[in-house]
């Protein structure tokens, strides 16, 4: 059964600041991982997404990495602001569905 | 393109009462997935639709079905409801054939709230 965890849980930074958001998972017998952002109250929006046969991918000030065989990924948030702030989750993708982890909460602070 | 929709966007219940919650998927994608968002549990994933067929369910009782129609659209029917029902519904399309998932795309989700 998959498990997905990330960590940390919470993390709070002032803006300008580079970050790291991992995210680790049990079974790497998966088709991709897949990055989201979750303002509160509202649905999930898609950042990134890597193929199980890619290392990384990257959209703009955001870079994820993937690394199978130790069952891990990282999301990499370059020059944080304060529009970044949200709830950041990951999933790994099983055939016909999504196992999350339990996120982590980001505050940019100006 | 438009976006994955939801109907309604909140509701109230009350215990015993049941539910039926409505996703209309982006056009063209014909796999809809729904998931179960509380505090406690997180996203869970609840089942799996394409082309009218259920492919896949998550670990939830047989009061949570679903349903999809020949233009993807998909409902989702909760019964005799309890108050652990309490969540955000969301809702997810993907182009997702035969061969394995592609990406998936979320709409803004219901919330429904069990009294």
């Known amino acids: 059964k998959q498990e997905v965890t990330q960590i940390p849980a919470a993390l709070s930074v002032p803006e300008g600041e580079n970050l790291v958001l991992n995210c680790s998972f049990t079974?790497?017998?998966?088709?991709?991982l897949q990055w989201f952002r979750q303002d509160p109250g509202k649905g999930l929006t898609s950042l990134l997404l890597i193929q199980s046969s890619q290392r990384e991918q990257t959209s703009g000030r955001l870079n994820a990495s993937l690394d199978k065989s130790s069952g891990r990924s990282t999301l990499y948030i370059a020059a944080s602001q304060p529009g970044d702030s949200a709830t950041y989750l990951c999933?790994?993708?099983?055939?016909?569905?999504?196992?999350f982890g339990t996120g982590t909460r980001l505050l940019v602070s100006p | 393109k438009a976006g994955v929709t939801q109907t309604p966007r909140y509701l109230i219940k009350t215990r015993g009462q049941q539910v039926t919650l409505s996703c209309s998927p982006i056009s063209g994608h014909r796999s809809v997935s729904w998931y179960q968002q509380t505090p406690g549990q997180g996203l869970q994933f609840l089942f799996e639709?394409?082309?009218?067929?259920?492919?896949n369910k998550g670990n939830f009782p047989g009061r949570f079905s679903g349903r999809q129609f020949s233009n993807s659209r998909s409902e989702m029917n909760v019964s005799t409801l309890e108050l652990g029902d309490s969540a955000l519904y969301l809702c997810?399309?993907?182009?997702?054939?035969?061969?394995?998932?592609?990406?998936?795309?979320f709409g803004p989700g219901t919330r429904l709230t069990v009294t």
């Open positions: 999933a790994a993708a099983g055939f016909q569905k999504l196992v």
């Open positions: 079974d790497s017998a998966i088709y991709n």
């Open positions: 997810a399309s993907s182009l997702a054939e035969a061969s394995g998932p592609y990406e998936q795309y």
């Open positions: 639709y394409f082309s009218e067929t259920q492919r």
